[in-house]
């Protein structure tokens, strides 16, 4: 693989943003980590910021760092237009929420790093590295800062591997690879517990979490024959109990656990009152067409929009598609 684009980028800039799509998750978050300590290691300046808030559960890779959380361009450095913008784990910037609109248009360019699919060929017009074979974005940092001569610290290697075990799901999904376990080989080699990270992963969330989930899971109902879940998760679930919107964000992958179910589907609203409207499928069903019939976006796989009718309207209209195209 070919880095020269990305560091040519690099070398142009002393100053950058780094940023990641909205609801980062540990492969956004690992990435974000290891680049802002890559960047400051090569004497650059640079801070990370996010549109949204990073769960709780995965800060001890960095415990001392909080990202940026973007609500107003008040928070920005007065010389923002002397920065460029580094985007980690998605290639269509319509997926940055507030830093789409207001970091891109004051910065000097921007350049993409993603392993995602993508089938927007406007958004890959912007400069990128795109590897689709990755595993992950922290699978592609690791071999980036190796191509670079840029040493590894011990928290840098932990939030790589942080990144690359979210994204294969502890090693299982169809993208991991020798070269995914080299690299974890690596990482290990260099300080990291994989017990830890996974600890961290998947055994801290909060006990209101928990309570919310259980609140979740009870709104679930299946359709078309069992192959469509929708679950639901309107604010007051959030008020009953105490638990964060962000802390909702894996809940659309439970109903995908049964053999039966093809398309999950998520409305969730947030403390503000939006509703977003999540898609997951396993298989040839195409949810990014439905979510940008409404709007948003995403990848045949998983997608969303965001929603203001109210929500039955929705369902239905979406059920009724799924069923003439998929399911009859
Ligand atoms: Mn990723």
């Not at 998760?233 to 009953?240: F, G, I």
């Not at 195409?286 to 929500?311: E, L």
Request: glycine residues 6%; negative net charge.
């Amino acid at each position: 693989m070919q880095y020269g684009s990305v560091r040519a980028f690099l070398e142009r800039h002393s100053k950058l943003v780094i940023t990641a799509h909205e609801t980062p998750d540990a492969d956004a978050l690992g990435a974000e980590f290891a680049m802002l300590r890559a960047l400051l290691k090569l004497g650059k300046s640079s801070f990370i910021c996010n549109a949204d808030p990073a769960p709780e559960n995965l800060s001890f890779v960095e415990p001392l760092h909080r990202p940026l959380v973007l609500s107003s361009e008040q928070q920005l450095p007065a010389d923002i237009a002397e920065h460029a913008l580094l985007i980690l784990d998605v290639n269509d910037v319509h997926n940055l929420g507030s830093v789409g609109r207001l970091v891109l248009p004051r910065v000097r360019e921007h350049f993409i790093i993603d392993h995602h699919d993508s089938d927007n060929e406007t958004d890959l017009s912007a400069p990128n590295h795109i590897e689709q074979g990755a595993s992950s974005t922290c699978e592609i940092l690791y071999l980036l800062f190796q191509d670079m001569g840029v040493p590894l610290d011990l928290s840098m290697a932990q939030a790589l591997f942080m990144g690359i075990v979210f994204d294969t799901g502890s090693f299982i999904y169809p993208k991991t690879t020798a070269l995914t376990f080299r690299i974890a080989h690596e990482l290990v080699a260099l300080g990291v517990s994989p017990n830890q990270v996974y600890s961290n992963l998947y055994e801290s969330h909060s006990l209101s979490s928990l309570v919310l989930m259980s609140h979740v899971l009870s709104s679930l109902s299946l359709h078309c024959g069992g192959r469509v879940a929708i679950q639901s998760m309107p604010r007051r679930l959030l008020e009953k109990s105490q638990a964060r919107y962000e802390e909702a964000d894996q809940f659309i992958n439970i109903p995908l656990r049964s053999k039966e179910v093809r398309v999950s589907i998520f409305f969730k609203q947030n403390a503000e009152g939006l509703w977003r409207c999540s898609l997951r499928s396993k298989g040839p069903i195409d949810v990014a067409q439905i979510a940008r019939s409404y709007g948003g976006g995403g990848h045949r796989t998983a997608a969303g929009f965001k929603c203001t009718r109210p929500t039955a309207a929705i369902q239905a209209e979406i059920l009724e598609g799924l069923e003439k195209k998929y399911f009859s």
